[in-house]
C-alpha cells in the first residue's frame, strides 16, 4: 500500500518553496521518484529535482526544520548505513525494542506538535497553500512511519495479525529491509503495543488544527491500517470492552470507503478463523453502520470514483452482497438500517450509476420476498406522498420523495411498479400525483432556488417544475399500463389540494412543502372567498387551468388509444349527464345544483379543449366511436321512454314535445359533429367491421332526428351497401403487429429514459414472438442506436438485448460487433467498445460449453489483435480484450485450446515489456489485466493446456520476476498468490 502522503504527492503536492502554480510541472517528476521508477536518461529537471529531495538546499530554524534534524541525526543517519537492528538500537540508546520504539513515537509527536504550530502561525503559507514541511523532510517521515509500523507494530503482534508489506515502492529497498528486521530473541509485547496504540491514537483521534497536514497523512496512509489491526488484536485477545470501544471509535475516524478498501485486504491478508469471522463480521455490517455505506460501496463496487463504466456484472455483485443479512443483526434492525439509506440514495438522480445499481438490488429483494421492499421502501414513500401521519414535512421530504418515485420508474421488475402503484390504491397514487401538478401549477410562480457547491442560484433556464410531475404521472399511467386512470383524473380535474393536510409555498425559496390544517400559510381553495362574481371567475379560471394541465399531460403521453378513451368516457358522461337534466326539465341547474352543474361545466370544456386538440387521434379509430354512440342511442331512447311513461300518468297535459326534440337535438350536436368527421375523413374499407353499427346509427338517429342531412345518410348507406370483397384486407394479425410495432416506435422516440427502455423491450417481445413487422438486422440497428446512450439504465438494458440477439443470430450480429469492437474505421468512441465489450463477455458467459469453432476463434483473435496494439490503442480497451479473453478461458478453456499460445504471448508480453513511460501513463491497468488472465488460465486448465513454449517454469520464472521487479503493488500481489497456487499444483 502507498503511504499517504505519497499518494498526495501523487496528487499534485510538491515543496514548500514551490506555489500553486508550479504544482503540476513538478507532480510527474515527485512521483517517478519517490516510486524508485525514474529513467536512465533523467532530464537535468529531474536529477535537480532528486538533489532537492536527498538534500536540502537551504535549512531554516523553524521548530519542524529542528525536530527533522534531529530525527536525521539520531535515527535515520544510522538506518543509512545497513547495520544489524540491534546494532540500531543499542546506537541510539535503546536497550531494546519497547525503548527505541518509544523514542520513535516522541519524534512523530514532536514533528505533529511542531507541523501544527507552523500551520497555525505562518498564515501567509496557508494563504498560497505552502506545504508545512519539505519534500527531503518527506522522505524522513516516510522513514519513521516505516520504522513505527514494523518495530512498533508488527513486532508485537501475534503472527495472525500480521500483515505482508512490500518495499518496492521505496528507493534502496535493501537498506530498508535490513533495519525492518527483528531481533530473533524479541518476543511481541503487548504492552508495548498497547502504548503504541495509545501515543498514535492522541495524533489520529481529533485535529489539533483545521486542516491538520500530518494527521491527513497518517489517516490515508498504512499506519491507520496498522494500528487498526493492533487494536483489533488488542480487542480479540483481551475481550476487553475498552478495547472494543476503542476499536469502534477508531475506525470511525476513517472515510468509509477507505474502509472497504482497508477491510477487503485484510480478509485477503490475514488468517486465522477468529481473525477472519471480526473482519467479516464488520466488513458485512460496515453498509449499515455508516450513514453513506450503501453509496460507498457502490463506489468501490463500480470504481465509480475513478470514473469507471459500469458494467452487469458490477451492480450484479453490489447485489450479492447486500442481499445476504449479516449473522450479527436481525432482519428488521437490518432491513431499517439498509432501506433507510436506499431511499436517501434514490433520491440522488443525479447520479445514474447508484440508481441503476439500487434498482437491481431492490429488483432482487422484491423476487425474494415482496412484503420486504413493501414494508420497508413503499411506506417510506406513503408516508410523505399520501401524509399517513398527518404531520407536516419539509421541502427535502417532499422533493425526496418525488425523486425516489422518479428514480423507481427505471426499475427492472414490472412486477414492482405494479405494486408500488397498487400497495396503497391505484386510483390514490395517481391522484396525489395530479393534485401535486395542478398545485404547483397555479402557485409556484418562481423556479425554485437551487443549491450548489459553488453557489447558490436560480435555476431560470429549466422548464416549470410541475411538468416534472406530469412527466412522472406518464411514466407511471405507461409502465403500468393503467389507461383508465386518466378517467379518473377527469372525474377529480379540478382539485388543487387534501381535505385534512395542504401543500404550500415558502415564498423566499419557491420551494413546495406539505402543512397540516393550521400550520403554514394559508391557501385558498376552489372558489375563493368574496362576492359572488368574483367567486366564480376563481372556478372558471381553475377550470381552465386544470384542463390546461389535462391537455399538457395527454401530450406527454402521445397515445391515440388513451386520447380517444378519455374524450369518449368525458362525452358520454356529458351526453347523460345534460340528457337527465334536460329530460327532469331543471333549468335553474347554477342556482338549484351548483357541484353538479360545475362537473357538466368542467366536461363540456374539456370536450372542447380535447375535440380542437386532438381531433385527428380521437377518430383514428372509429369502432369505439360508433359504439358509444350507439350506446348513447339506446341510453337517451331509454330516458326518453321513461320520461314519456311519466308524463302520460301525470296531470300536466301540455307537453311541448317539438321543444323537447329541440332539447335532444342540443345535447347531441357534439355527438353528430363527430359522426359527420368520422365518416368524412376515414376510408370506406376501415369502416366496413361496423357496418351494423351504421345501420343502427341511420336508421335510429340519422334518420329520424337529422332527416335533413342528406350526406350522413347517403355516406352511411354507401358504407352499409360496399361489397367487402372487393376490398383488399391486411392479415389481422400482421395489422396488430404493426400497431405494436408502432406503439413501440413511439415509445423509443419519448423524451423520457423508462418509456425509451419501454418501447426498446417491446421491440424484442416482437422479434421472441416472430413477427414479420421487424427483422433482425433492423432491431440490431435500433438497439446499436441507444447503446451509445450515456444513461445506465438505457445502455445497461441494451447489452442484455444485444446479447440476446447475438445469440440468435451469431453469424449475422457477431460480425457487425467485432467490426465496431476492432475500430476498422476509427469512429467509435472509447466508451461504445468498451460496451461492446462488455457484449462479448455477456454473450460467451451465456454460450457456456457451446462457446467454440469459427464463433469463439473470432472473437478470441479479435482480442489478440487488440491486446497487440500497444502504443496504437486505449489501455482501457486493451485491458477489455484481457478480460474477454479471460472470460473465454474460464467459460470453455478447451474451445479455444488452438488460441492459448497466443494469448500467453501476449500476457508474456505485457508483462515484460510494457512499462509506465511519459507516453504511457496507465500501462499498470493492462498489467493488472494480463496477470488475471494468467491466474484465470491456470485455475480453468490446471496447467494442462500450457504449451511447452510456456510451461510451468517459465511461467514461475516470469512472475518471480514481476513480483519482485512491478512497480504497481496490484500486480506484484497477484503474481505472489499465484506463484503459491503453481506450487500446490506442482507439490
Known sequence: MIPGYIRYVRDGLTMEIFKLHTISKCKGLVSRFISGNMSAKSSAEEVGLRHLIEKPQFIRETPVDTVFQRLENDILSKVDTPVGIQTLYESVGAANNGAFVEILLQFLLEIHEATCQMQLNDIDAIKENLLPISLHDMRQLETLILLVIIQGIDSNLPPAFQLPHDFNYMENTEKYQSVCIVPAQHKSNTDVLRNTVKSLYSIFAAPKIKNDYIRSILLNGPLYTSVLVAIMSLCISSSSSAECDLFDKFEA??????????????????????????????????TVRRDDGVLSLIDFITSARENEQIDLEKVNRVTQILVPKPKSLTRVTYFSKLFTQIYRDLSKIDKPIVISCLN????????????????????????????????????????????????????????????????????????????????????????????????????????????????????????????????????????????????????????????????????????????????????????????????????????????????????????????????????????????????????????????KEFESDIIRKPGDILVMITELMDFVAQQQLEHENEQVNSDDEDIDLETQGDKTNHEFEIVLQLLITILQNTKIDELLPFKQLLAKIDTTFVTSLYDANDYLHKRIVEVVQTNADDLVTLDPDSARDQMLLDHALDNINDALEPIKVRGLKELMKLFRQRSTVIDIDRLFSFQMQYLKHSDPFIYLNVIKHITELCQAEPKKILPALLKIYLNIDKRNKLDDILKVGEIMINFIQRQNELFQGPTANSVVDACIVIVRGHKELNEKIRMSAVSVLGVSIKTNPRGIQSSVPDILDCVFGILQLEREDKYDKNAFLVRRAAVHLLHDLIHSTTTTLLPEQYNYTKIKTLLSYIKHTDTDLLVREQARTIISELDELYI
Open 253 to 286: 475516524l476513517q472515510d468509509t470507503y477507505e474502509l472497504f478498501t482497508i477491510y477487503t485486504r485484510l480478509i485477503r491478508d490475514l488468517e486465522g478463523q477468529e481473525v477472519q469471522d471480526f473482519v467479516l463480521d464488520k466488513l458485512s455490517t460496515l
Open 360 to 611: 437491481n438490488l431492490i429488483a432482487t429483494f422484491y423476487a425474494k420476498n415482496p412484503k420486504i421492499v413493501v414494508d420497508f421502501l413503499f411506506r417510506k414513500i406513503y408516508v410523505v406522498l399520501f401524509n399517513l401521519s398527518l404531520k407536516d414535512h419539509s421541502s427535502t421530504e417532499l422533493n425526496n420523495m418525488i425523486n425516489v418515485l422518479i428514480s423507481l420508474t427505471k426499475n427492472p421488475s414490472a412486477e414492482l411498479i405494479q405494486a408500488l402503484v397498487a400497495t396503497n390504491d391505484t386510483n390514490s397514487f395517481f391522484l396525489h400525483l395530479w393534485v401535486y401538478a395542478l398545485f404547483l401549477r397555479k402557485y409556484q410562480k418562481l423556479n425554485p432556488a437551487i443549491s450548489s457547491d459553488e453557489s447558490n442560484r436560480k435555476q431560470q433556464d429549466s422548464p416549470p417544475y410541475y411538468n416534472v410531475i406530469l412527466a412522472l404521472l406518464k411514466n407511471f399511467i405507461i409502465l403500468t399500463d393503467h389507461r383508465d386512470v386518466i378517467n379518473v383524473i377527469s372525474l377529480n380535474l379540478v382539485n388543487f389540494q387534501h381535505d385534512k393536510w395542504k401543500y404550500s409555498i415558502d415564498f423566499q425559496t419557491q420551494l413546495p412543502y406539505i402543512s397540516v390544517d393550521g400550520n403554514g400559510h394559508q391557501i385558498n381553495e376552489i372558489g375563493v372567498s368574496g362576492t359572488k362574481p368574483k367567486k366564480f371567475e376563481g372556478i372558471f379560471h381553475d377550470i381552465d387551468l386544470a384542463i390546461e394541465m389535462l391537455v399538457k399531460l395527454l401530450k406527454m403521453i402521445n397515445s391515440e388509444d388513451i386520447t380517444k378513451d378519455i374524450f369518449l368516457a368525458v362525452l358520454s358522461r356529458w351526453v347523460k349527464k345534460t340528457s337527465l337534466k334536460e329530460e327532469n326539465n331543471t333549468n335553474q341547474v347554477l342556482v338549484d345544483d351548483p357541484v353538479d352543474s360545475i362537473l357538466v361545466l368542467i366536461d363540456m370544456k374539456t370536450l372542447e379543449s380535447l375535440n
